[in-house]
T-cell receptor, first 113, second 111 residues
Framework: DVKVTQSSRYLVKRTGEKVFLECVQDMDHENMFWYRQDPGLGLRLIYFSYDVKMKEKGDIPEGYSVSREKKERFSLILESASTNQTSMYLC????????????FGSGTRLTVV | GDSVTQMEGPVTLSEEAFLTINCTYTATGYPSLFWYVQYPGEGLQLLLKATKADDKGSNKGFEATYRKETTSFHLEKGSVQVSDSAVYFCALSGSARQLTFGSGTQLTVLP
């Protein structure tokens, strides 16, 4: 069964810390995505990548960066965590073919205190 | 650009009731259409999909038919269970390499 694995289910960090959220997929997918999900706001795209070492800003990239050094791994970085980044973070991967869709990880619930 | 409009929630039903969650879309060309389900505390899972007009996707008793003439992909289930309580997202894959998601509909099924 195909898998997208997010390194942590729950994370508590302090304001100002540098935070790394890791995502690994075992499906040889080219495309990977990071979303955040907040009540009443749906899914919001932070960053995405269509290839190794490639990244594109999504709708809300401010305060975040990403790294994709290997095809299977896509990391989301919070350079200096703030309380307004408390959220559920979802990683997804996909083939990029029209009928394929995405496979999502289980999510990381990040709390910044 | 592409967009998906979903029925606003929350939706609360009694067990064994009939479920419909409306989804309409705007897209150029011939998008593929998807329903995802998110159980509490989890990521999204693909529930069903349809890739061309008049296709019916089905899974776990849920169904949705791709209606190009009405640009719709409504989710239905004949008899819901408490375990169906979740958030449901409609999505499309159009000309871009990304999915466009609706805002999600919270479903609560009461015993």
């Amino acid at each position: 069964d195909v898998k997208v694995t997010q390194s942590s289910r729950y994370l508590v960090k302090r304001t100002g810390e540098k935070v790394f959220l890791e995502c690994v997929q075992d499906m040889d997918h080219e495309n990977m995505f990071w979303y955040r999900q907040d009540p009443g706001l749906g899914l919001r795209l932070i960053y995405f990548s269509y290839d190794v070492k490639m990244k594109e800003k999504g709708d809300i990239p401010e305060g975040y960066s990403v790294s994709r050094e290997k095809k299977e791994r896509f990391s989301l970085i919070l350079e200096s965590a703030s309380t307004n980044q408390t959220s559920m973070y979802l990683c997804a991967s996909g083939l990029g073919e029209r009928g394929y869709g995405y496979t999502f990880g289980s999510g990381t619930r990040l709390t910044v205190v | 650009g592409d967009s998906v409009t979903q029925m606003e929630g929350p939706v609360t039903l009694s067990e064994e009731a009939f479920l419909t969650i409306n989804c309409t879309y705007t897209a150029t060309g011939y998008p593929s259409l998807f329903w995802y389900v998110q159980y509490p505390g989890e990521g999204l899972q693909l529930l069903l999909k349809a890739t061309k007009a008049d296709d019916k996707g089905s899974n776990k008793g849920f169904e949705a038919t791709y209606r190009k003439e009405t640009t719709s992909f409504h989710l239905e289930k004949g008899s819901v269970q408490v375990s169906d309580s979740a958030v449901y997202f409609c999505a499309l894959s159009g000309s871009a390499r990304q999915l466009t998601f609706g805002s999600g509909t919270q479903l609560t099924v009461l015993p």
